[in-house]
Every structure is written in structure tokens, then in C-alpha cells.
């Protein structure tokens, strides 16, 4: 029986990265109680180059699912998927399978290809023979909007 349930689905997005430097602060957050406070020194940081390192080959896209929350990649957030990139075991990807798209994590084993989900009550997505699977991009980096102005 074929399963073809892909789980989370991945859909293109117009979203322009331009140059834009923060203030990189030395210093972890805490998760419960603030630290005194410090004289911070900082270091710039530019967000669109850790989100898209070859911005010519990398576009963004909006996750719709559960499936890789585990992974950090909630249902609604953005990810920066890099086209330039060979993938490998390990890797989370975009992947298309029978022209549908998805995100999860790349398994290769025994000249075996499987996509992964980050989330337990998914089942691993294991290729039927005849399938075509076309890894499309490795993705950067996933980014949750927690505050909507």
C-alpha cells in the first residue's frame, strides 16, 4: 500500500531580503529569571545573510502543518530554502513528490530514500518504487512570527 500522506506542505512566497544589521548581544537569555543587568556590548549581526547565504538561489516559503514542529518548524512559519545545495542525509528539505511539496528531514540509507517528520504521531514517508522524488531545496532557516503589528 502506498502512503501518501505528506503531512506539511510548503507553499512559495515574494518576500524581498535586504541588508539589514542588528545588534548581536554577547549573552544568552533566560528562560526564568533575568539575569542583572549589564552594560551590553555588541556586534552586528546581518539576519539576511544567516537566512539566505546565496540569496540567487534561495526563496522562502510559508509552512502549512504540523509535522516538523519538532524541528523548530511550527504550522505558519516562513523558511528559507537554498536551491544551490546538495542534500544529504540529515538534512531538512523541500521535497516535491508527485508534485506535491513538503518539508522534512532527509533520510538515505542503503540507496533507500525516506522523508522524516519531527513529529511523533506522523509516520515516515517511505518512497514506493515508480514514485519520483525531487528534492528540491535544503532549508536555511525557519522563522516564527510571535508578534503581528
Not at 528559507?80 to 533520510?107: C, F, M, W
Not at 525516506?114 to 522563522?143: C, H, R, S
Amino acid at each position: 500500500m502506498m502512503n501518501t500522506e505528506l503531512h506539511t506542505t510548503c507553499r512559495m512566497l515574494d518576500i524581498r531580503i535586504g541588508s539589514l544589521d542588528l545588534r548581536h548581544l554577547p549573552t544568552s537569555v533566560q528562560g526564568g529569571f533575568p539575569s542583572p543587568a549589564e552594560d551590553f556590548a555588541y556586534t552586528p549581526v546581518n539576519l539576511a545573510t544567516r537566512i539566505a547565504p546565496r540569496p540567487v538561489s534561495t526563496f522562502v516559503m510559508r509552512v502549512r502543518g504540523d509535522s516538523m514542529k519538532d524541528a523548530g518548524i511550527p504550522d505558519g512559519c516562513l523558511i528559507s530554502v537554498d536551491r544551490s545545495i546538495n542534500p544529504k542525509h540529515g538534512d531538512i528539505v523541500v521535497a516535491a513528490i508527485d508534485g506535491e511539496y513538503t518539508v522534512k528531514q532527509l533520510s538515505i540509507q542503503n540507496s533507500k530514500y525516506a522523508l522524516k517528520p519531527a513529529n511523533e504521531n506522523y509516520p515516515t514517508f517511505d518512497l514506493e518504487e515508480g514514485q519520483v522524488l525531487e528534492i528540491w531545496g535544503v532549508v536555511m532557516a525557519a522563522v516564527t512570527e510571535l508578534h503581528h503589528p
